[in-house]
């Protein structure tokens, strides 16, 4: 391609040479011999297994309800030969990656986004020849892969990731995650374009595109990490706690926190959850906006919060449909969990409601051919059916969707379908496009259950089901996430949603389709506007049981305290996941060609693009080179002899 070859000032250049070439052999690690080391992955007494990348370091800062997150990944090379380091890792799906930098010792190698392809070309140019290279590519929105290329011996190298990414607000909290272990995925028979797991050394072994190698329960690798959150709220932060993770926090002034990973606590093997509260009861909807230098006008992003009026509402009955996951990867804690939360429901459930539950592992099985009454018969039936059901076999979720939402509807109650589930499939545009056809009148609130649940697919079920998703760790008591639950569909939502901007010029506004509003739950909205729109009022209208509702919000885009530099991005980035939502149940090859555009105008990964970085400055010595790929834990709670193929 023309524009494919980057300008010097990139620091990324590959020149061809064919009498100098360096092939790099990508070999099975688990029979991979090494000068002086026996086989690369090394069986030692302590079952401590060398892994090239040492260390992962996270910094995060966050101003208001947008965080900016550092993501510096250390490789070295222990071993007598060169090696080729490959790592699966999860980040965010709603991550904004826009800046890539590899370091070797002083040199800085800024990354350059090209096509997938074409840095795939240029990565596998610079591996052959020699020269030390890095390249990042996204499998899913929430799982990356990292390579780096021609690690000499006793070498060390760093690649750098930094990406935006808007904060979730549900019940009076803001909740910062960082993902730190992609968990072992279930694919249906017959595909290959999923998220596999084998064993450590097993390379191939899962037959799909994207593999992941995991540690036995007895295994650890000298991989840790760090992290550090600082808060900056502009207001007092109140009640901020670690959900699975030990930290050390100090409050250095009014509206700041700064938070740290325990020095025992630093296992990539879960999620790091934050959630804190702000002082005063946030009901207001929040703007904050970034002014574009090249043109008249900028980018802005609003949270906004349901009206207060809601809470004041009765709700009509209710029909829910508990639907859990009893796959292998839920055996032990995670079902138990949700067992927990359904036993909370089917007691806190009224008379007038009516429930089943559903459980899907290899198939899908159903309590009761429809939907009955919550009563002294039929609830002490569902809690004993719960009570029998053990986790074991495939994660089918396609056969637990149909059952849910195949259904004729009961015009007098509104449905509800909860599905509770790690989340640990393969398949997931499959999924998404079940939901987007046979959702009918059910809402789908998911339950992500777990330490790294598979919060793309959760929060995409929730966002094409027109509901919300929860979290519920092994560290959360059940009681409290269900009763936020039943606190939610307690209420009406606001429905119908649109926004009349006034005299604020807006375009390309994102998500397309505005979801609906629950109490406790705000949406985020992001855009592009022209002009100066100060002391424009911004009107929301919605419905609520067939009466409008109307909001009026007041908008001022040169307040400086809501001027952030990562609104281009994450607005760029909610372009791109709408249009990757479109294109799990459209037919439309021009899609694809939209989020390529996107992605390369404004330097974001995409599935369609990639970063690459290429220090061609020297080659490095040795002509003979092994690929070794980064060995997992299986996220805590997690069973390896249930999740991972023997």
Same mark, same amino acid.
């Given at each position: 391609?023309? %524009?494919?070859?980057?300008?010097?000032?990139?620091?990324?250049?590959?020149?061809?040479?064919?009498?100098?070439?360096?092939?790099?052999?990508?070999?099975?690690? %688990?029979?991979?011999?090494?000068?002086?080391?026996?086989?690369?992955?090394?069986?030692?007494?302590?079952?401590?297994?060398?892994?090239?990348?040492?260390?992962?370091?996270?910094?995060?800062?966050?101003?208001?309800?947008?965080?900016?997150?550092?993501?510096?990944?250390?490789?070295?090379?222990?071993?007598?030969?060169?090696?080729?380091?490959?790592?699966?890792?999860?980040?965010?799906?709603?991550?904004?990656?826009?800046?890539?930098?590899?370091?070797?010792?002083?040199?800085?190698?800024?990354?350059? &986004?090209?096509?997938?392809?074409?840095?795939?070309?240029?990565?596998?140019?610079?591996?052959?020849?020699?020269?030390?290279?890095?390249?990042?590519?996204?499998?899913?929105?929430?799982?990356?892969?990292?390579?780096?290329? /021609? &690690?000499?011996?006793?070498?060390?190298? =760093?690649?750098?990731?930094?990406?935006?990414?808007?904060?979730?607000?549900?019940?009076?909290?803001?909740?910062?995650?960082?993902?730190?272990?992609?968990?072992?995925?279930?694919?249906?028979?017959?595909?290959?374009?999923?998220?596999?797991?084998?064993?450590?050394? =097993?390379?191939?072994?899962?037959?799909?595109?994207?593999?992941?190698?995991?540690?036995?329960?007895?295994?650890?690798?000298?991989?840790?990490?760090?992290?550090?959150?600082?808060?900056?709220?502009?207001?007092?932060?109140?009640?901020?706690?670690?959900?699975?993770?030990?930290?050390?926090?100090?409050?250095?002034?009014?509206?700041?926190?700064?938070?740290?990973?325990? =020095?025992?606590?630093?296992?990539?093997?879960?999620?790091?959850?934050?959630?804190?509260?702000?002082?005063?009861?946030?009901?207001?909807?929040?703007?904050?906006?970034?002014?574009?230098?090249?043109?008249?006008?900028?980018?802005?992003?609003?949270?906004?919060?349901?009206?207060?009026?809601?809470?004041?509402?009765?709700?009509?009955?209710?029909?829910?449909?508990?639907?859990?996951?009893?796959?292998?990867?839920?055996?032990?804690?995670?079902?138990?969990?949700?067992?927990?939360?359904?036993? #909370?429901?089917?007691?806190?459930?009224?008379?007038?409601?009516?429930? /089943?539950?559903?459980?899907?592992?290899?198939?899908?099985?159903?309590?009761?051919?429809?939907?009955?009454?919550?009563?002294?018969?039929?609830?002490?039936?569902?809690?004993?059916?719960?009570?029998?059901?053990?986790?074991?076999?495939?994660?089918?979720?396609?056969?637990?969707?149909?059952?849910?939402?195949?259904?004729?509807?009961?015009? =007098?109650?509104?449905?509800?379908?909860?599905?509770?589930?790690?989340?640990?499939?393969?398949?997931?545009?499959?999924?998404?496009?079940?939901?987007?056809?046979?959702?009918?009148?059910?809402?789908?609130?998911?339950?992500?259950?777990?330490?790294?649940?598979?919060? #793309?697919?959760?929060?995409?079920?929730?966002?094409?089901?027109?509901?919300?998703?929860?979290?519920?760790?092994?560290?959360?008591?059940?009681?409290?996430?269900?009763?936020?639950?039943?606190?939610?569909?307690?209420?009406?939502?606001?429905?119908?949603?649109?926004?009349?901007?006034?005299?604020?010029?807006?375009?390309?506004?994102?998500?397309?389709?505005?979801?609906?509003?629950?109490?406790?739950?705000?949406?985020?909205?992001?855009?592009?506007?022209?002009?100066?729109?100060? /002391?424009?009022?911004?009107?929301?209208?919605?419905?609520?049981?067939?009466?409008?509702?109307?909001?009026?919000?007041?908008?001022?885009?040169?307040?400086?305290?809501?001027?952030?530099?990562?609104?281009?991005?994450?607005?760029?980035?909610?372009?791109?996941?709408?249009?990757?939502?479109?294109?799990?149940?459209?037919?439309?090859?021009?899609?694809?060609?939209?989020?390529?555009?996107?992605?390369?105008?404004?330097?974001?990964?995409?599935?369609?693009?990639?970063?690459?970085?290429?220090?061609?400055?020297?080659?490095?010595?040795?002509?003979?080179?092994?690929?070794?790929?980064?060995?997992?834990?299986?996220?805590?709670?997690?069973?390896?002899?249930?999740?991972?193929?023997?």
């Amino acid at each position: 391609m023309a %524009d494919s070859a980057p300008v010097p000032a990139e620091e990324l250049w590959v020149i061809e040479n064919p009498q100098n070439k360096a092939p790099m052999q990508a070999a099975r690690a %688990d029979a991979a011999e090494l000068p002086g080391q026996g086989q690369l992955v090394a069986r030692v007494a302590e079952q401590l297994v060398p892994v090239p990348l040492k260390h992962t370091d996270v910094k995060a800062s966050i101003t208001g309800y947008i965080a900016t997150v550092d993501v510096s990944q250390q490789y070295h090379n222990p071993y007598s030969e060169k090696i080729e380091a490959i790592y699966v890792f999860p980040l965010p799906s709603n991550a904004a990656v826009n800046e890539f930098v590899m370091t070797i010792g002083d040199r800085k190698i800024r990354g350059i &986004i090209r096509e997938r392809e074409e840095a795939r070309q240029i990565y596998e140019n610079a591996k052959r020849q020699g020269f030390v290279a890095s390249l990042l590519t996204q499998e899913r929105p929430n799982v990356f892969t990292q390579h780096v290329a /021609n &690690i000499e011996p006793g070498k060390r190298i =760093d690649v750098n990731v930094k990406y935006f990414h808007t904060l979730e607000y549900a019940d009076g909290a803001y909740e910062f995650s960082f993902p730190m272990v992609v968990g072992p995925r279930f694919n249906p028979p017959g595909t290959t374009d999923g998220v596999g797991a084998a064993g450590r050394g =097993d390379r191939g072994a899962s037959g799909q595109k994207t593999e992941v190698q995991f540690l036995k329960e007895n295994e650890r690798s000298g991989h840790d990490i760090d992290l550090v959150v600082d808060i900056d709220a502009g207001v007092n932060v109140d009640e901020v706690k670690s959900v699975n993770h030990r930290v050390k926090m100090t409050r250095p002034q009014e509206g700041r926190a700064h938070v740290a990973l325990a =020095d025992d606590d630093k296992i990539p093997n879960k999620d790091f959850v934050l959630r804190y509260k702000v002082a005063g009861k946030t009901v207001k909807s929040a703007l904050m906006a970034q002014r574009d230098s090249k043109s008249d006008g900028g980018y802005f992003t609003l949270m906004l919060f349901p009206p207060e009026s809601l809470e004041n509402l009765p709700r009509k009955p209710l029909e829910i449909v508990f639907t859990l996951d009893v796959s292998g990867s839920m055996n032990g804690r995670p079902i138990e969990q949700s067992k927990a939360a359904v036993r #909370y429901a089917l007691k806190n459930m009224r008379p007038d409601d009516t429930f /089943n539950v559903i459980r899907f592992a290899q198939n899908a099985q159903q309590m009761a051919p429809r939907a009955v009454p919550a009563n002294e018969q039929t609830i002490p039936a569902a809690l004993q059916y719960i009570e029998q059901t053990q986790a074991g076999g495939g994660t089918m979720m396609i056969e637990g969707i149909r059952q849910s939402l195949q259904v004729t509807p009961d015009a =007098d109650r509104l449905r509800f379908v909860a599905f509770l589930t790690d989340g640990y499939i393969g398949n997931e545009p499959e999924i998404l496009r079940e939901i987007h056809n046979l959702r009918g009148p059910s809402r789908i609130f998911s339950f992500g259950v777990g330490q790294a649940p598979n919060r #793309y697919l959760l929060d995409h079920m929730a966002r094409m089901g027109q509901g919300c998703a929860a979290y519920l760790s092994l560290n959360d008591e059940a009681d409290d996430v269900m009763a936020k639950y039943f606190a939610r569909i307690s209420h009406p939502a606001l429905t119908d949603l649109s926004i009349d901007w006034g005299g604020m010029q807006v375009r390309d506004v994102y998500p397309a389709k505005l979801p609906d509003l629950f109490v406790g739950r705000p949406i985020v909205v992001t855009g592009r506007y022209r002009g100066n729109p100060d /002391n424009a009022i911004v009107h929301v209208r919605g419905k609520v049981g067939g009466e409008v509702r109307e909001m009026p919000l007041a908008v001022n885009v040169s307040d400086a305290a809501n001027a952030h530099a990562g609104i281009a991005p994450v607005w760029a980035r909610m372009k791109i996941a709408d249009l990757g939502d479109r294109a799990t149940y459209e037919n439309n090859p021009e899609l694809a060609g939209m989020i390529k555009q996107t992605a390369l105008h404004y330097g974001l990964m995409s599935a369609f693009t990639a970063f690459v970085a290429v220090d061609s400055s020297q080659r490095t010595a040795g002509e003979h080179g092994t690929t070794v790929m980064t060995p997992v834990p299986v996220p805590d709670g997690v069973r390896y002899d249930t999740t991972v193929p023997q």
